[in-house]
């Protein structure tokens, strides 16, 4: 499945539908939940990095966008969820 970028200009920020792979295949309940939860987070970003353009408040847009793309890295699978959990299993090797 190709999972693409989101456009980002300045602060707008517009995707289409990104998915976290593998999920359907599972059958996991839990784990689409937690999809749509990330789905629904990324799209309020993206509502909020609208709002942050609009007032011209540079920082807030940035961190908006830098939240909005790692919402769309965990739903393409390419970050983890929880980089607690992946530090301690790479600090016990």
Request: proline share 3%; hydrophobic share 40%.
């Amino acid at each position: 499945m190709m999972h693409e970028a989101p456009a980002i200009d300045g602060c707008a920020i517009t995707s289409k539908g990104t998915t976290m792979p593998g999920h359907s295949s599972r059958g996991n309940l839990e784990k689409a939940q937690t999809e749509q939860n990330i789905a629904y987070i990324r799209q309020m970003l993206g509502e909020l990095g609208a709002v942050a353009r609009n007032e011209k408040a540079d920082m807030l847009c940035y961190l908006i966008e830098m939240a909005y793309l790692e919402a769309g890295d965990v739903l393409a699978g390419t970050r983890p969820l929880n980089v607690v959990k992946m530090n301690v299993v790479k600090s016990a090797r």
